[in-house]
T-cell receptor
Framework: DAKTTQPTSMDCAEGRAANLPCNHS???????VYWYRQIHSQGPQYIIH???NNETNEMASLIITEDRKSSTLILPHATLRDTAVYYC??????????????FGRGTQLTVWP | SAVISQKPSRDICQRGTSLTIQCQVD?????MFWYRQQPGQSLTLIAT?????????ESGFVIDKFPISRPNLTFSTLTVSNMSPEDSSIYLC????????????FGQGTRLTVV
């Protein structure tokens, strides 16, 4: 039961920042926002997650609005290898729900030369 | 990270038969899951594979159709029973290392075609 809304597709020029939005207006206070991506013919790959604060790692940055109803995944310098479907997932990380992922349709990001 | 090996990587099967997919992890993990990805679609969680007990199935999936075993902390199998062409999908194994771990790792998947 996906609780998120994402654009179906986006384009980005190589070397530019890719900003992928996600709406999760029904998110509850103890639910995390996760981002995964799936490159063609591969299994999904974890990117980043956050609860309230903005997060950054070696792959991307996650910006969560103050009301937590939306977030943006930022790939600072997109490369052709970043072409993939990006999934935004909201999840409560306790007990029996730990590890379970309910995928929406995601955003197909295409990075062009 | 976790290294996950799925076998077979792909198969073509006759309708009415069954196929068992294996998932082997390179180290002990807390949780294992099975997903299905139908052609052109997103991933759907089938079940949580519980070590030493019956799997926990998501709505729309039943044990008779998708029996799952997990005899230890590094191995699980998913069987697709009495297959029909509608079962043609990619089946993926996923693991979470520990109860404090936030990251799920996925295998490369098993591409199943039923003819």
């Amino acid at each position: 039961d996906a609780k998120t809304t994402q654009p179906t597709s986006m384009d980005c020029a190589e070397g530019r920042a890719a900003n992928l939005p996600c709406n999760h207006s029904t998110i509850s206070g103890n639910e995390y926002v996760y981002w995964y991506r799936q490159i063609h013919s591969q299994g999904p790959q974890y990117i980043i997650h956050g609860l309230k604060n903005n997060e950054t790692n070696e792959m991307a940055s996650l910006i969560i609005t103050e009301d937590r109803k939306s977030s943006t995944l930022i790939l600072p310098h997109a490369t052709l290898r970043d072409t993939a479907v990006y999934y935004c997932i909201v999840r409560y990380d306790r007990g029996s729900t730990l590890g379970r992922l309910y995928f929406g349709r995601g955003t197909q990001l295409t990075v062009w030369p | 990270s976790a290294v996950i090996s799925q076998k077979p990587s792909r198969d073509i099967c006759q309708r009415g038969t069954s196929l068992t997919i294996q998932c082997q992890v390179d180290s002990q993990v807390t949780m294992m899951f099975w997903y299905r990805q139908q052609p052109g679609q997103s991933l759907t969680l089938i079940a949580t594979a519980n070590q030493g007990s019956e799997a926990t199935y998501e709505s729309g999936f039943v044990i008779d159709k998708f029996p799952i075993s997990r005899p230890n902390l590094t191995f699980s199998t998913l069987t697709v029973s009495n297959m029909s062409p509608e079962d043609s999908s990619i089946y993926l194994c996923s693991v979470v290392r520990g109860r404090d771990s936030r990251e799920a790792f996925f295998g490369q998947g098993t591409r199943l075609t039923v003819v």
